[in-house]
C-alpha cells in the first residue's frame, strides 16, 4: 500500500527552525512530483512548498526565503527545512504527492511567541 509518512515536528520557539521528513513509500518516487502542505487554525489549506522531478522549487510568499525543500531519491525522502519560524507558521503540515492523489497523515508543527 503507499503511503507518505511525515515526522519531525513539534514545539519551537519564534525564530527557530525545525526539518520535517516524509518517507515515501510509493513507486517510482524519482519521477514524482512532491509538495508539502500546511493546515493552520481557522486558515485553508495552503501550499507551503514543491518540488517537482527536475528539483526545480516553488514557495508561497509567506515561507519564500525561510523555507527550503528538498528531496533525496535515493533514501525516498521528502524533507522540508523551517528557518527563522513564526508563530504565524503553527499549523499541520501535510505530504503530498498530486499525480496520483495522495497525502500524508500530517505532522504537527508549534511556533511559540
Known amino acids: 500500500q503507499e503511503q507518505l509518512v511525515e515526522s519531525g515536528g513539534g514545539l519551537v520557539e519564534y525564530g527557530g527552525s525545525l526539518r520535517l521528513s516524509c518517507v515515501a513509500s510509493i513507486q517510482h518516487f524519482e519521477y514524482t512530483h512532491l509538495a508539502w502542505y500546511r493546515h493552520g487554525p481557522g486558515q485553508q489549506r495552503e501550499m507551503v512548498a514543491h518540488?517537482?522531478?527536475?528539483?526545480?522549487?516553488t514557495y508561497a510568499a509567506s515561507v519564500k526565503d525561510r523555507f527550503t525543500i528538498s528531496r533525496d531519491n535515493d533514501k525516498r525522502t521528502l524533507y522540508l527545512q523551517m528557518d527563522r519560524l513564526k508563530p504565524e507558521d503553527t499549523a499541520i503540515y501535510y505530504c503530498?504527492?498530486?499525480?496520483?492523489?495522495?497525502w500524508g497523515k500530517g505532522v504537527l508543527v508549534t511556533v511559540s511567541s
Open positions: 518540488i517537482t522531478t527536475a528539483d526545480t522549487t
Open positions: 503530498h504527492r498530486p499525480t496520483p492523489n495522495l
